[in-house]
């Protein structure tokens, strides 16, 4: 068997039913590879970017590998961005890389270039992977994909890439006489049982409590284990943006988001709880503030993750952790589940309904907000879309101001997923992930990007276009950059260079673009006949293109200045209010006591 077939045939096996790829000289003989392998499809993007960023949204929806092919040289050095996309987000993808052939490879580094295109990829893609190799025996690549897939799905997942030299791709292999990758390793730590005992300790003596669920919880596939978890105990959730589709908008225990870009209620509860449990989230500087060291100050810490590294990053002056918990997410609740009684007192309803109140007191959309006039407010906008978008829908939003609009005010409904390139978060992201995501769900896909974001991938409008994906894209135009725009009035007295039209950037006519790709167009340029027109593109067949005039000067409300901490955030509870959410837990605490003294 040529050695390309084998790797596409492995591909498949591995589940693998598309890989997103550009050709190229040195990747040849891999395409014609997979062109021949009836089992899988090849989607030809425009950008090498691109198709990682397709590969990378394929593994979030089919919760499996996402793959991408692409030539040496500069093939594979367009590939930088995605990867660190799924790098720093823990998404398992695996990206093949063409080499020239191992005699043209440079004999040391001291020789910038040998062959033609050729590239140090592994010197690269090291930082930014958890594995990188170059294949340099055609034996060794039944071990070595093994090795890579293991890899990419094993503890904290992640991409991986293999550098496959022209001359072996052509090489006749016997895959009976290949040898196997084997480990040992377990898939992540159980958490000693004292730790568990602890956790559930500190909740019995928690007054006001939160849980702060993020996008390990969904990687982890955990999702019905974490909210179980919660309902058990009647947690208050607090969402991180990696973790706001975990759940519906309106269920009783999601208290909303949290975070550098608030909203204010989330943000009241962790200023004011005794306790933070955090699951699935590495508790960032977007979560925290600036300056960590100021969150949450009256809680005990407790946080649960994979990696031991997020466990022991934070110093003396930053957050101050009680309980470290170094474990798989599904092995800490399943040991969590031998801590569960037929039944548990729900202490905390007070406290979830101040947390409520603070939500209804500082709405992210308030009503005045749909009284302007020209142009369209963006939370508006975003808040008519999230009702009219069905359950199913998967929503994919960009970078900036387009990003931090949605995720303040989309409202989650049932299996709807919502996501964006979290950590790295380049522009350009979203219309290219949007790709991958429509041909991994079948569902019907809303694409969010700023005017600023699809200049960077218009070019995947074809791409949309040529597969006939149903992803309505929506671009945020206020004719510029607006999250630098507010970066620079808060530290550079609005003096404004390469932000907009005015200071150096060009945009072009959106419904030419439209036309010239083939695609439906729609405008919207103010709130009459808004929901008429969302309604009209979310019912169309196919893809469309809308162009959605943003108030120019909009600026994302609330937003922590850069650096700063949550303390100057919230309203002071009074000692009354403080005293009555006490006395309820204190009494209910009492009464499980008393039922647990019953019982024995």
């Not at 309106?250 to 709880?273: E, I, K, S, T, Y």
């Not at 800490?332 to 939500?359: E, G, H, P, V």
């Not at 120019?552 to 009354?576: C, H, N, T, W, Y």
Request: charged share 25%.
């Amino acid at each position: 068997m040529k050695l390309a077939d084998y790797v596409v045939k492995f591909l498949e096996k591995e589940g693998i039913k598309h890989i997103f790829l550009i050709s190229g000289g040195a990747v040849a003989h891999l395409v014609d590879a997979v062109a021949r392998n009836l089992n899988i499809k090849y989607i030809c993007t425009q950008h090498e970017q691109g198709g990682g960023a397709a590969a990378d949204a394929y593994a979030r929806i089919n919760e499996n590998l996402g793959a991408a092919m692409v030539t040496s040289g500069p093939g594979a050095t367009n590939l930088v961005t995605s990867v660190c996309n799924s790098y720093f987000d823990s998404i398992p993808t695996i990206f093949i890389c063409g080499q020239v052939a191992t005699s043209r490879l440079r004999p040391n580094e001291q020789l910038r270039q040998k062959g033609f295109q050729e590239t140090d990829v592994i010197s690269i893609f090291k930082s930014i992977t958890k594995y990188a190799l170059q294949l340099r025996k055609a034996e060794d690549i039944q071990y070595e994909l093994e090795k890579c897939v293991y890899l990419a799905r094993e503890g904290r997942p992640g991409p991986v890439l293999i550098d496959i030299p022209d001359d072996l791709q052509r090489v006749d292999i016997d895959p009976n006489k290949l040898k196997h990758f084997s480990s040992l390793s377990a898939r992540g730590k159980n958490p000693p049982s004292g730790q568990i005992k602890e956790v559930f300790s500190f909740v019995e003596s928690a007054k006001r409590p939160v849980l702060i669920l993020g996008a390990g919880i969904r990687i982890a596939q955990a999702q019905k284990e974490a909210i179980q978890f919660a309902r058990y105990l009647h947690l208050p959730i607090l969402l991180t943006w990696g973790g706001m589709d975990l759940m519906a908008y309106d269920d009783p225990l999601n208290m909303g988001g949290l975070g550098v870009c608030g909203p204010r209620g989330g943000n009241f509860a962790a200023q004011h709880c005794d306790l933070v449990i955090a699951i699935g989230t590495r508790l960032s500087h977007m979560i925290t503030g600036g300056k960590q060291n100021l969150f949450a100050p009256k809680a005990k810490k407790v946080m649960i993750d994979i990696d031991s590294q997020e466990l022991t990053k934070f110093t003396a002056s930053d957050l101050s952790l009680d309980l470290a918990v170094e474990s798989s997410i599904p092995k800490f609740f399943k040991t969590c589940q031998d801590f569960y009684k037929n039944s548990s007192i729900d202490r905390f309803n007070r406290w979830r309904k101040q947390i409520q109140l603070w939500r209804e007191k500082y709405p992210i959309c308030p009503s005045e907000y749909y009284n302007r006039k020209e142009k369209v407010d963006s939370y508006v906008f975003i808040k008519e879309l999230s009702q009219l978008a069905e359950e199913g829908d998967i929503i994919i939003t960009d970078a900036g101001g387009n990003l931090s609009w949605t995720m303040q005010a989309f409202e989650v409904k049932k299996d709807q997923r919502l996501f964006s390139a979290w950590n790295h978060s380049p522009m350009g992201y979203s219309l290219p992930a949007s790709i991958g995501a429509a041909l991994a769900g079948s569902r019907e896909v809303i694409c969010i990007i700023g005017d600023g974001g699809i200049m960077m991938c218009i070019q995947e409008l074809a791409t949309i276009k040529r597969h006939n994906l149903p992803v309505k894209i929506f671009i945020f135009n206020n004719h510029g950059h607006g999250i630098q725009k507010q970066t620079i009035d808060t530290w550079l007295n609005s003096n404004y260079a390469a932000v907009d039209e005015a200071t150096g950037l060009s945009f072009p006519d959106f419904a030419k673009v439209a036309e010239a790709f083939g695609l439906p167009y729609c405008h919207i340029e103010h709130h009459r006949h808004l929901k008429e027109k969302l309604k009209e593109v979310l019912k169309a067949k196919g893809p469309v293109l809308c162009d959605v005039e943003i108030v120019k000067d909009q600026k994302i409300v609330p937003m922590l200045k850069f650096g700063a901490g949550l303390e100057d955030l919230d309203p002071k509870l009074s000692r009354e209010e403080i005293a009555a959410i006490e006395r309820q837990a204190e009494a209910f605490n009492q009464q499980r006591m008393a039922a647990v003294g019953v019982r024995s």
